[in-house]
Each structure stands twice: as C-alpha cells, then as structure tokens.
C-alpha cells in the first residue's frame, strides 16, 4: 500500500546562519517526525511570493497574483493531506490554501495558528485576546469534547493537552465546536462534512505517546490515504 | 505544460529558543520561483534533532527510511543541495538516486562539496574537506573563478574567467575528471558530473544575487530548463 504525502506549510524566520541575518522557511521537527511515525510521507510547501517575508511591512505586502495562486495549487496537488502548522503570523497564502483544501475536499489537519485561521476563514472576524493573560500559554490544561468526528476518534469525553496561545477563537463561522477547555476557551473545531477537516488549538505533535494525539495522527493518515486511492482511481477511469 | 518539481534538500537548524527545525533559505525558494520551477521542500524520513550546538550524530538510513526517501524524490524533476554545516547520507542518498535516474542536480556550497566528495571518494558520506589557507578570502567577500574550457559552466556563460561572491570557509579536494572551475588559489569552485546534462555543483552562492547577476540567473534558469526536459524526454518514460 502507497504512503500517502502529506503537505506541511512552512513557517518564516530569519535566523542567525554563520553571521548572516537568512530568511528561512522551516518546518518543526516536530510535525515531520509525527507525520514519518503515523505512516506518511511529509514535504514542505514554502509560499509562492517574490518578497522577503520576513522583512516586508505588512502594509506593503501585495494581494497574490494568478501566477503566485496557480504554484500554490500545483504544490497541494502533490498532497494527499496537509497540515496547517503552528506559527505566530499568517499571510493570505495560509488563507488560500485552507479555501483551495476545502473545496477539494483535502484532508486537512489544523493545529494551533492552523485552526484559527479555519475559522477566520469562514467566520472572517478576528482572534480575541485569551480572556485570562497567561492561561493557556506553556500549560497543560484539561479540555471536554462535545459530540462529533473527533470524540469517535478519541474515543474518551475528557482529555489532559498542551497549550500554546495566547489568543482564542470566539466565532468558529460554519465549523462545529466540538472540544472546550475548562475556562470555556474552544479547543477544537470540525467540519463533518469533509473527508477529514479538523482544528485543534493544542500541539498533538508534541506528544505522540499521549493516546489522543496518537489517534488524531492515526484518523488524519487514515484520511489521506483514503484520498490517496480514490486519486488513483481517478486517474485510471479518466 | 506544467512547471517542473525541484525537491530542495532541507537542512536541519536550531533556532535560538533551542527548538530544532528543518529549514530552506529563501534565496533557493525564490531563485526557483523565478525561474519558472515549483519548489519543495525534501523533509528528512530520519529522525534529526540537536540537543545543543551541533546535530546529533545521525545513524545510516534503514530501509523503510530508504524507501520513504525515494517515494518523496520521485515526486521532483530536479534536486537541488542546499548549503549548510554538514551533510548527511540522505544527501548521498539523493545523489546516487539523481545518477541513476539522470536528473538534474544542482549543489551550491556544502551541497558541492557532497557531490564532489561522493564523486571523488569511496565513502560516499565521509566528510573528506579541508580548512582553506589561502591569500585569497573565501569566507564573506568575492573573488574571481576560472572555468575549464570543456566545462558545461563554461559554455552556458560564455567566459572562462567569472566573478563569484563566497562564503565558506572549507573547500573540497581536487579531481581534475571532475572539478571544472578553480579560484585562483586552485580551490575547487565547481564540480560537474562527466557526461550528465546538468549535473553540478559550486562552491559559491548564485541564489544571493540571482536578482543582480546574469550569471546566477542563467545557471538557474539553465536549471529550471534541464528539469523540464527530464520531466517531459526522461521521466515518463520508464
């Protein structure tokens, strides 16, 4: 059975490289190792701009031209699924892509950054601060899970995450809340509709021993493999 | 017809909150972009980490790692060797694999010393490069390279004698079969692989000044070409 490839978004920095200040595209080790563990094959998709993304002041960015769309597409087309990663700044390619997965119906794993920008995507309202400065930065916190794709996957009402954030969802759009931290902060978000199309707002990929994340990689590799064969399917019918 | 794949070696870093990340420098990303390439990034299928200042010693690809690798190479229609601060077996890896299936290869700095290291040694991996001492700077500065006259460098540029910027401060052994352009100090700048199409690798930067230099952009776009080709004459018909 083929490995399916799974797309990760890069995210910019520019660190210090043997005393150059070098934009970097760069990926997490973390996601990497989490996507090799769960029987997938990741690649990096870097964005299509012809701008220092580091440097640029966001009033000068431009919109993406057809050309600059027209690479991102040809990059997802590679994928099977795709992780919307962490990061601490989104640009309108993150946006972009999240719409082009949707309507393809690409399994899609949102994680942190990833899942808000779902539902701003659909919502179009901006983050709100986290009501309790702090709360959900560098902690572990409990969070309930309501009906839906990922309590099946789960398979527990409760379970023990990471938190990294400093900032919340407050209006989801069309998604589903499906898991709440105590304080009442949304910590997941899923579209059941979708092969496979959650948000969540803890790292999984930080903790694959944990049972939970294990079973959110699992469902997410499970997806795109599925997407990965009817792919193929297509391409012997057609 | 759509544009070709170019896989782009990531490179392992540390970022200076001490998280290990795999990254690609813009200057590769945009170089392809511009000339008419889809860039990837090639994540490593080994686990990788730093613990500390320098990348943990990594052990030899076993063969699910193999075989994850060569899945993700099949995507691409070039490859290209970033620099960086060491090289790994994967690397080798994916030059054994660009030899075999005759694509085309582009290494630039520690990626040339790799091919020519993998060229000229019979351990492939084994770092075989030595310090410079030279009156001439290769560390931050410029410096003039001369080109061999059955050099395929040589006759996309049209002059034995270019200037090159530099930034490094090891250099790779010589091997006149296939080291094709030296500093004037004799440091090997460019090594090709006999016989291939596009098969090279050089010391210096072209990705730093693809904006400002026609030399850069013809390598790159000579690249980009030579990828098309393999894409569309040597790919699909295997």
């Known amino acids: 059975m083929e490995k399916p490839i799974i797309g990760i978004l890069t995210g910019v920095s520019s660190e210090h490289y043997m005393g150059k200040d070098l934009t970097q595209f760069y990926v997490f080790n973390d996601y990497n190792t989490a996507v090799l563990k769960f029987g997938g094959l990741p690649i990096a998709i870097m964005p299509t701009k012809q701008m220092d993304y580091k440097k640029t002041p966001k009033e000068e960015i431009t919109p993406l031209t057809e050309e600059e769309k027209n690479n991102l597409i040809e990059m997802i087309k590679l994928c099977d699924g795709f992780i919307m990663p962490g990061e601490t700044r989104s640009f309108e390619h993150n946006y972009f892509i999240d719409s082009y997965l949707k309507e393809n119906n690409i399994p899609t794993l949102g994680i942190c950054l990833g899942m808000q920008v779902m539902a701003i995507n659909s919502s179009k309202e901006k983050l709100t601060p986290v009501n309790v400065e702090g709360s959900h930065f560098r902690k572990m916190h409990t969070v309930k899970l309501e009906d839906g794709v990922l309590k099946n996957i789960i398979g527990k009402d409760e379970v023990d995450t990471n938190s990294y954030h400093s900032y919340m969802v407050v209006n989801p759009g069309e998604y589903k809340v499906v898991a709440r931290s105590i304080d009442g902060v949304i910590e997941a978000i899923e579209d059941d509709k979708s092969l496979f199309r959650i948000g969540v707002q803890w790292h999984p990929e930080k903790d694959t021993l944990d049972d939970a994340n294990k079973k959110i990689f699992e469902a997410f590799i499970d997806a795109s493999i599925k997407y990965h064969e009817n792919k193929q399917k297509t391409n012997y019918d057609s | ?238």
């Open chain 2, 1 to 238: 017809m759509q544009r070709p794949i170019i896989g782009i070696v990531e490179r392992p870093e540390l970022q200076t909150d001490s998280v290990s990340v795999t990254c690609s420098y813009d200057g590769n990303r945009a170089s392809i972009l511009k000339s008419g390439g889809i860039p990837i990034g090639i994540l490593p299928t080994q686990p990788i980490s730093y613990f500390g200042k320098s990348p943990v010693k990594v052990g030899e690809l076993n063969i699910f790692e193999k075989e994850a690798l060569e899945t993700q190479l099949q995507l691409c229609d070039g490859f290209l060797l970033q620099g960086g601060n060491t090289w790994y077996e994967y690397d080798a890896f994916i030059i054994e694999y660009a030899l075999k299936h005759q694509v085309p290869l582009l290494g630039i700095c520690l990626g040339m010393q790799a091919l020519a290291n993998y060229l000229t040694n019979e351990n492939k991996v084994l770092d075989k490069t030595y310090k410079i001492e030279s009156d001439i700077n290769h560390n931050n500065s410029e410096h003039i390279v001369r080109l061999t006259r059955d050099s395929i460098l040589y006759g996309l540029l049209m002059q034995r004698e270019i200037k090159v910027n530099s930034y490094h401060n090891y250099r790779a052994h010589d091997n006149e079969a296939v080291i094709k352009g030296y500093a004037l100090d004799g440091t090997p700048e460019v090594v090709e692989v006999p016989g291939e199409r596009f098969m090279i690798g050089l010391q210096w930067h072209p990705e730093k000044d693809y904006d400002t230099n026609d030399d850069s952009r013809k390598i790159f776009n000579r690249f980009i070409d030579e990828a098309v080709y393999y894409k569309r004459f040597i790919k699909e018909y295997k």
